[in-house]
Every structure is written in C-alpha cells, then in structure tokens.
C-alpha cells in the first residue's frame, strides 16, 4: 500500500508530520523553559492546538487518499482540541490568578480595570 502512495502526497504528510511534531516539540520546550507559570501556560496551549492540528491534517489526507473516502474521525479530535485547550487554559489561568492573589504572592500579573467611558 506505501508503493501506492503519490509522491505530491507523501512530501505533503510528511511536511504536515515534521511541522506538527516541530510546533508540539516548541510547546514542550517552552514549558521546560519559561520562568513563571502564566509564561509556561501559553506555551504548550499553542503546541498543542497548531502541531497537533498539522498531525491529524497528516492524517486526514493520508487516509482520505488511501481509503478513498473522506475520513471524518481526525476533524471530529481536531475541533474537540480546538475547543477544550484553550478554554482549559483559561480555567487554569482565572483559578491560579486568584490562587495566588487570595495569597499575596508575588509576581502576579496586575489587575487591569477598564477605563472610564468618555461622556457624550
């Protein structure tokens, strides 16, 4: 089945494949490497999402051309990533800010208060 495999679909998976892998290997480091934890949450949040969604296109083309019939399977995972990591992301954001302001910590960011509305 891989000798039946196009070569324009090949070189397209495997882009798909190393920049997913690539983007989700950048979500990692940033999460070793970021100093704080509002700075390390972004990190993976964006790994996650793109590299994972470069992934299951990988996947979707592949076995759509394979199988010859659209595989709907890997857009299903992919907008259940796209919903769930950001809003978890936001979950972990609000409960960690109010963590830490209930406690005094330092290094949380500021609390930003909208400007007053100009008088008509």
Do not use: Q
Not at 18 to 28: K, P, Q
Not at 31 to 37: D, E, N
Not at 58 to 66: G, K, M, N, Q
């Amino acid at each position: 089945m891989i000798n039946d495999l196009p070569l324009w679909l090949s070189i397209i998976v495997s882009i798909c494949l190393v920049g997913g892998a690539l983007l989700t290997m950048a979500g990692c480091f940033g999460l070793v490497r970021l100093k704080t934890f509002y700075l390390r949450i972004h990190a993976p949040t964006m790994g996650t999402s793109m590299g994972g969604g470069l992934i299951l296109l990988a996947s979707v083309l592949y076995f759509t051309i394979t199988r010859e019939r659209l595989v709907v399977h890997e857009m299903v995972i992919f907008l259940f990533i796209t919903i769930t990591t950001p809003v978890t992301l936001m979950l972990l954001a609000r409960a960690s800010l109010f963590r830490d302001r209930v406690e005094g910590n330092d290094g949380v960011p500021k609390r930003i208060t909208p400007a007053p509305a100009p008088d008509a």
